[in-house]
């Protein structure tokens, strides 16, 4: 609503598309277009909020996310172009503990809404938190022990579609008390944007129920809230954080698991080196597939947007489980 130069051309989201019926084309990047806008404007952190901002705000919102397509949003820094963007903006949508960059500058913006998804539902600790990202560690002991703990956390809940469900009920009511003239629009995009992602749940319910194995082995330890939620147990090379190199007790832990328990996959992700899975996936002579845990979308995905690359995600899971 802030009249400013246009950073991204809003997409016209109707009902359908509130539905993950269309790519989520103007949550990539800086824009070069200019003009006006009396639009909701919201910078979002990387692509599951920016997805949320354009599905909840739809023609109403104008959604700028500061991750490019391909990025790896754990090593994101904000320039200064960007802070500026943030003090323009009328709505700021990221998740505290992910980006510790974004975490600093949005606490250092003079912006009205700042809507944390970390806290629209539960964070749970997954995995060895000795791996957890390197720069939140070093943010978290600047800013005290509490915040330490709380930075240990898991953040990953996206990839949960009932926890991501929460988050876009938060981001609606945030999103209905920001912008209280299209409050009823928002209301009806969350409820779409909320049905589908029950449908999606009901999907991964019912796909993973019965399988040869309930053991992935991981890159990193992204999938924790998905394994929780079906049953599953997720063992990752690294931990939380995707760069980190496992050590060889690690490694022959690992290959000596993949026989115990009958894995046959080592799953690895678009936006990371697959050096280290392909490498285990080799020695343990097993197989390697993709498990996107969607911090970006690029041509490299399986899909469009958050939807089709969760199916795609469901349908690499049942393969490699032996689902039934």
């Known amino acids: 609503m802030n009249v400013r130069r246009?950073?991204?051309?809003?997409?016209a989201v109707t009902a359908a598309t509130a539905l993950g019926l269309g790519a989520l084309s103007a949550c990539s990047s800086d824009s070069a277009?200019?003009?006006?806008?009396?639009?909701?404007?919201?910078?979002?952190?990387f692509y599951p909020m920016a997805f949320l901002a354009e599905q909840i705000g739809?023609?109403?919102?104008?959604?700028?996310?500061?991750?490019?397509?391909?990025?790896e949003p754990h090593d994101l820094e904000i320039s200064t172009k960007q802070r500026a963007q943030l003090e323009e903006a009328d709505a700021a949508l990221y998740l505290k503990g992910l980006q510790p960059a974004v975490d600093e500058a949005v606490s250092q913006t003079g912006i009205k809404t700042k809507i944390d998804a970390a806290t629209l539902t539960t964070l749970e600790d997954h995995g060895n938190t000795e791996h957890s990202h390197e720069g939140e560690?070093?943010?978290?002991?600047?800013?005290?022990?509490?915040?330490?703990?709380?930075?240990?956390?898991?953040?990953?809940?996206?990839l949960d579609p009932v926890k991501y469900a929460e988050v876009a009920e938060g981001v609606g009511k945030a999103f209905e008390k920001a912008d209280p003239d299209h409050a009823?629009?928002?209301?009806?995009?969350?409820?779409?944007?909320?049905?589908?992602?029950?449908?999606?749940?009901?999907?991964?319910?019912?796909?993973?129920?019965?399988?040869?194995?309930?053991?992935?082995?991981?890159?990193?330890?992204?999938?924790?809230?998905?394994?929780?939620?079906?049953?599953?147990?997720?063992?990752?090379?690294?931990?939380?954080?995707p760069e980190s190199e496992p050590s060889a007790a690690r490694v022959k832990e690992l290959q000596q698991e993949a026989k115990a328990d009958g894995v046959t996959t080592v799953f690895y992700e678009t936006l990371v080196s697959d050096k280290t899975a392909k490498t285990l996936a080799r020695d343990a002579n097993l197989k390697?597939?993709?498990?996107?845990?969607?911090?970006?979308?690029?041509?490299?995905?399986?899909?469009?947007?958050y939807f089709q690359?969760?199916?795609?995600?469901?349908?690499?899971?049942q393969t490699a489980l032996g689902a039934k």
């Open 58 to 71: 739809g023609d109403h919102a104008n959604v700028t996310s500061l991750t490019e397509p391909g990025q």
């Open 137 to 158: 560690k070093g943010h978290a002991e600047e800013e005290g022990h509490a915040e330490e703990e709380e930075h240990a956390r898991d953040p990953h809940v996206w």
């Open 309 to 317: 690359v969760m199916e795609a995600n469901l349908k690499a899971l």
């Open 33 to 45: 277009a200019t003009g006006n806008t009396d639009k909701f404007d919201v910078v979002a952190s």
């Open 184 to 241: 009823a629009d928002y209301r009806k995009n969350t409820a779409a944007l909320v049905e589908k992602l029950n449908g999606l749940n009901g999907d991964f319910e019912n796909g993973l129920k019965n399988s040869r194995t309930k053991v992935f082995f991981t890159n990193h330890a992204a999938f924790g809230y998905l394994a929780e939620r079906y049953g599953l147990t997720q063992e990752a090379i690294s931990g939380l954080d």
């Open 288 to 305: 390697t597939d993709v498990l996107d845990p969607l911090e970006g979308i690029t041509d490299k995905s399986r899909g469009d947007d």
């Open 6 to 11: 246009r950073l991204i051309p809003a997409t």
